[in-house]
């Protein structure tokens, strides 16, 4: 879009006092009872999912997940475990038919594993979303917010909003912080609007440049990486977005914001009860979007149901 090819966008620095009151206007404690544990998946109401199929025309269907990493790196510290447990060489006495099984381990937060965090993965100030104490979360586990909470799945209206494509630029580059303004240049560049019970798609192009320049370290003692600027918080608040599907995570390493290291987080899972993911990988389904020329489509994903856990491994799948 003009004015926006090759654009950098500097994070403009936010003081800890405009956050803490960015926090209150966004908060949406006690908007769905005292004990919601579903946060803005409320807004996805049945005529909603509707909606969503009907966007299913081309039958094509894409994973947005990254394959699992079982190779350690600067950004996959603690890569997953597999190894096989029983091959065809263990031949079953009880004859036919034989077996082969296997085993994985892996953590289920980090860049390098697709993942979708529950309520109780972040506390600000000693609190979870709705105001429940961060002491919830003990040892054995959370004992509310589980990951549970989104046993049903997520299925909705997926909007993908391109801002690599936005800029003419393959990926942004990180610590780029991207802005309401791109945001809504991005819609009206693509022909979306973000809408209640929407699922946010968005690609900052995170993956593809892994691909292309290899693992590198985007945390604190890093490159850092590119993501939302909290200006953009408001918007997803004032449009009732139901979740949020980022590669990367979505947040701008470092932060811009006065002593808080992950704004976006505490904005997004804290104060409003956002559902949102990590580490997705679009490059899969930006070229099925270009082909189709359309930016929304049917999303249907499942966390695993584990009680008393903070996430989920899962595999969200964009239909066309």
């Known amino acids: 879009m003009k004015g926006f090819e090759t654009m950098k966008t500097t994070p403009r620095p936010v003081s800890k006092v405009e956050f803490d009151k ?45 394959p699992i990493n079982t190779v350690a790196g600067p950004d996959n510290p603690r890569p997953a475990a597999h190894y096989m447990v029983q091959n065809y060489d263990i031949h079953s ?32 100030q000693g609190k979870l ?12 586990g959370p004992t ?10 997520i299925v909705g209206r997926g909007v993908l909003l391109d801002i690599p494509r936005l800029r003419g630029v393959k990926w942004l580059e990180p610590g780029e912080a991207v802005t309401r303004v791109e945001l809504e240049a991005a819609e009206k560049a693509q022909g979306v609007r973000l809408t209640e ?20 370290n985007n945390g604190y003692d890093g490159e850092g990486k590119a993501g939302l600027h909290v200006d953009t918080i408001p918007l ?22 006065e002593g808080v290291a992950y704004p976006i987080h505490a904005l997004q899972i804290a104060a409003m009860g956002m559902v949102c993911a990590d580490s997705l990988q679009f490059e899969e ?29 899962f595999n969200p799948i964009a239909i066309l």
């Open 22 to 66: 960015l926090f209150q206007t966004v908060c949406n404690w006690g908007r769905w009872g005292a004990d919601d544990e579903r946060g803005t998946l409320n807004y996805i109401a049945p005529e909603h999912v509707r909606r969503a199929a009907a966007l299913v025309r081309s039958g094509r269907s894409v994973s947005m997940a990254v």
């Open 93 to 124: 006495d009880r004859g036919e038919p034989q077996f082969c099984t296997d085993f994985l381990a892996s953590e289920f937060h980090g860049d390098c594993h697709t993942h979708i965090d529950a309520l109780c993965h972040i506390a600000y």
């Open 129 to 140: 979303y709705n105001g429940k104490p961060a002491s919830a979360v003990t040892s054995h």
């Open 144 to 153: 509310l917010q589980d990951i549970t909470a989104f046993a049903h799945g």
């Open 197 to 216: 019970g929407d699922v946010f798609v968005f690609r900052t192009g995170h993956h593809r440049r892994r691909l292309e320049l290899g693992p590198w």
């Open 236 to 257: 997803l608040h004032e449009r009732k977005v139901a979740a949020f599907l980022p590669d990367g995570d979505g947040e701008t390493v470092p932060s811009n914001v």
């Open 285 to 313: 389904l930006v070229k099925v979007c270009e082909e189709e020329k359309r930016w929304e489509f049917l999303v249907v994903a499942a966390p695993l149901r584990l009680p008393r856990d903070t996430g989920s491994l």
